[in-house]
């Protein structure tokens, strides 16, 4: 079973997210953050992994858009102590104040999208998304842009756009 569904909250849509691996979720709290949590049966476990085949496109065409975009916005991050990636491998540590945070990481393998839950020394996987002040910014606006795809169907910004755009208010 590979899909996804929404449920509707006061906060926004939660997001479920079905693979062949199992379940994650994308969760919009009321600060409008976001937070990315296995639902892993396994907690001894120190990863939990995801893949995002094309079995289902939509699902697999924005995950790929979000690397992709993730990618990106790393080559023109002026931040080099917030590189996101690691050759092929977007590597996101949680928004949480800690320096224990949990970490996401993401690659791309020929047909598919593998998306890994590491556990932090606060032994859960829980990954934040600061909807601002993040310390990824502006890369943590893909996010914000994948959860609006799949919960509203919003069309996306292109990274380049976003990072142009603050550019041109920096200059001024």
């Known amino acids: 079973m590979f899909n996804y569904y929404t449920i509707n909250t006061q906060f926004g849509e939660n997001i479920i997210i079905n693979t062949d691996d199992g379940t994650f979720v994308i969760i919009r709290e009321k600060n409008s953050d976001l937070y990315l949590n296995p639902v892993h ?73 593998k998306i890994v839950f590491k556990k932090g020394k606060n032994d859960n996987y829980r990954i ?3 909807n601002s002040d993040s310390k990824y910014a502006p890369a943590n606006e893909a996010f914000m842009e994948m959860y609006n795809v799949l919960a509203y169907k919003n069309p996306r910004v292109k990274m380049e756009e976003r990072i142009n755009k603050k550019t041109k208010v920096l200059k001024r």
């Open 128 to 130: 934040k998304i600061k």
């Open 41 to 113: 049966k396994n907690y001894q476990e120190e990863d939990a992994t995801y893949k995002i085949t094309r079995e289902n496109y939509y699902l697999f065409n924005v995950f790929n858009t979000l690397y992709e975009e993730l990618i990106e916005c790393d080559l023109f991050s002026d931040n080099e102590e917030c590189l996101l990636t690691d050759g092929n491998i977007v590597n996101w540590y949680s928004d949480e104040d800690s320096e224990e945070a949990s970490l996401l990481q993401m690659y791309k393998e020929e047909d598919s999208i």
